[in-house]
């Protein structure tokens, strides 16, 4: 069920990336269900317009998002890009599969440290799960998944018994699972 519902988030995220949409704040408040089980993206609030990437939205130095879900370049004041929203996909699903967040911290400076220091234990994970969480995760936005649809490509294949184009998310200095 986890999977299914990053998948459909990811196809949502993939949609407003193609408009020039980020959305800066994915996390598991922001995923709804509706009564049909559909698989709702909410509060756009802070969304950043590629469009206006040249421009400025926030204070140099203000840090804007939900903490526990905020990817490094957003606590660095760093470019936003559409792979910023992966690493809140990664979180999203951390959360769903392991009922704890990913990097605990209760401060900006906290989280750098844990996001430093290495990718979170992914112990008892399937393989090709904690691979996509991986690659979503990693520290450098480079590092993360090309774009939103592969990760919705991947989760899909999953779904469908092919653990492969899950499994090449990882990144190249892929997690160790059990």
């Not at 196809?11 to 800066?24: C, D, M, S, T, Y």
């Not at 995923?31 to 609030?45: S, Y």
């Not at 779904?159 to 699972?177: I, K, Y």
Request: net charge negative; glycine share 8%; with cysteine.
């Amino acid at each position: 069920e986890a999977a299914e519902i990053v998948a459909d988030l990811a196809e949502a995220l993939f949609h407003a990336h193609q408009r020039g949409v980020i959305h800066r704040d994915i996390k598991p408040g922001n995923v709804l269900l509706d009564r049909n089980g559909r698989t709702r993206l909410v509060d756009f609030g802070i969304a950043h317009s590629l469009a206006e990437a040249s421009a400025r939205l926030t204070v140099t130095g203000t840090v804007i998002g939900t903490l526990r879900a905020m990817a490094p370049e957003q606590l660095e004041d760093g470019p936003i890009t559409p792979r910023t929203d992966l690493y809140g996909l990664g979180v999203v699903l951390h959360e769903a599969l392991t009922a704890r967040q990913p990097y605990p911290s209760g401060s900006p400076l906290a989280l750098a440290e844990a996001q430093r220091a290495g990718p979170p234990a992914l112990d008892g994970i399937d393989p090709a799960l904690a691979a996509v969480i991986a690659g979503c995760l990693a520290l450098d936005p480079a590092d993360r998944p090309l774009h939103a649809g592969a990760v919705a490509e991947a989760l899909r294949s999953w779904l469908g018994g092919d653990p492969n184009p899950a499994l090449a998310l990882a990144p190249s200095s892929s997690v160790t699972v059990d």
